[in-house]
Nanobody, 120 residues
Framework: QVQLVESGGGLVRAGGSLRLSCTASGRTFSTYGLAWFRQPPGKEREFVARISGSGNIRYYADSVQGRFTISRDNGKNTVYLQMNSLKPEDTAVYYC?????????????WGQGTQVTVSS
């Protein structure tokens, strides 16, 4: 099973930026799509963005479109989430995963996540 380790979270003021990283184990990193999800406090985990294995295809949730950018470096087995113009409602624990669909019911494994807190 692929192991995923997220990092890069922290506390930032509204309007600020953060870049999250997720490093995966395994030799076949470039063969699968990856996604970022987040779980705001007291709410269900939700889809944020996904990227194809080659990095050519990207999709975003409406709530982050135009502010967040997902990218990947297959040479480093790492996927990134650049988050700009952050809002307090972006506060959540952020997780990456191999993409299996936008519904969290498709997933049975999650990493530890990384906390992002945006102050107003």
């Amino acid at each position: 099973q692929v192991q995923l380790v997220e990092s890069g979270g922290g506390l930032v003021r509204a309007g600020g930026s953060l870049r999250l990283s997720c490093t995966a184990s395994g030799r076949t990193f470039s063969t699968y799509g990856l996604a970022w999800f987040r779980q705001p406090p007291g709410k269900e985990r939700e889809f944020v963005a996904r990227i194809s294995g080659s990095g050519n295809i990207r999709y975003y949730a409406d709530s982050v479109q135009g502010r967040f950018t997902i990218s990947r470096d297959n040479g480093k087995n790492t996927v990134y989430l650049q988050m700009n113009s952050l809002k307090p409602e972006d506060t959540a624990v952020y997780y990456c995963n191999i993409f299996k669909g936008r519904s969290i019911t498709s997933y049975d494994y999650w990493g530890q996540g990384t906390q992002v807190t945006v102050s107003s």
